[in-house]
């Protein structure tokens, strides 16, 4: 793996070790994202002129390459840790001991069995031990391991993971309500279903007053 931020790959050692890190195959070779861009828009205009679209129509002439940009740059840019958000921790000076909450975080991820969108929230909060974390770095990460071929499940507990190893405690908890276009825009065509996941880790998963305290706060943003 390319040289990266300290936290990006103590994040990514804690993932492989709890068997949590998105599935990756080794490259057959490095490529830069100009060229991977190239490859994929090569891939894409195949399948779209196997659909029968007329690739000389003004509208559509650039939807390969736009799909290839939208792939590497944006939607799939949490596959390379290059990407990972800075991130920095203070020493706790203020002895905060009690729940931080992040409500109502947007999410947006896509389903890696059908390539279309997963569309949610995530309430994220931790007990702070000898660090605390900048808010919007919290949002930062959600978002970093939302921009990848996903399952909720795994996403859920990927953010679990990294909090809890950028911070030094078990004390994080993690909840995602999401709508995923698999389930509502193909097979049953479910148009009004949700799916609620939830990570818990330290004293959320031990103690029955600190995971109802998490929950109601869950509940309040739902």
């Excluded at 090569?42 to 399948?47: L, P, S």
């Excluded at 896509?110 to 949610?120: K, L, M, Q, R, W």
């Excluded at 799916?195 to 109802?212: I, M, V």
């Amino acid at each position: 793996m390319p040289s990266l931020s300290k936290e990006a790959a103590l994040v990514h050692e804690a993932l492989v070790a709890h068997g949590l890190e998105t599935p990756l195959r080794p490259p057959v070779q490095e490529l830069d994202n100009e060229t991977r861009k190239n490859l994929i828009s090569g891939h894409m205009t195949e399948i779209m002129q196997l659909l029968n679209l007329d690739l000389s129509d003004d509208s559509l002439m650039e939807t390969p390459h736009r799909i290839a940009k939208m792939y590497v740059d944006e939607i799939f840019s949490g596959l390379d840790y290059a990407n990972f958000p800075k991130i920095t921790v203070i020493e706790n000076k203020m002895k905060v001991d009690e729940m931080v909450t992040v409500r109502d975080i947007t999410l947006t991820s896509t389903c890696e069995h059908h390539f279309v969108t997963i569309d949610g929230k995530a309430t994220v909060a931790y007990i702070p031990k000898d660090t605390v974390i900048g808010l919007s770095k919290i949002n930062r990460i959600v978002r970093f391991f939302s921009q990848r071929p996903q399952v909720q499940e795994r996403l859920t507990q990927q953010i679990l993971i990294a909090l809890q190893t950028l911070l030094g405690t078990n004390n994080v908890a993690v909840s995602i309500d999401a709508v995923h276009y698999c389930v509502k825009a193909r097979g049953v065509r479910d148009a009004t279903s949700a799916t609620t996941t939830t990570s818990l880790g330290g004293l959320f998963k031990s103690s029955q007053n600190t995971r109802q305290e998490f929950l109601r706060a869950v509940r309040h943003h739902n």
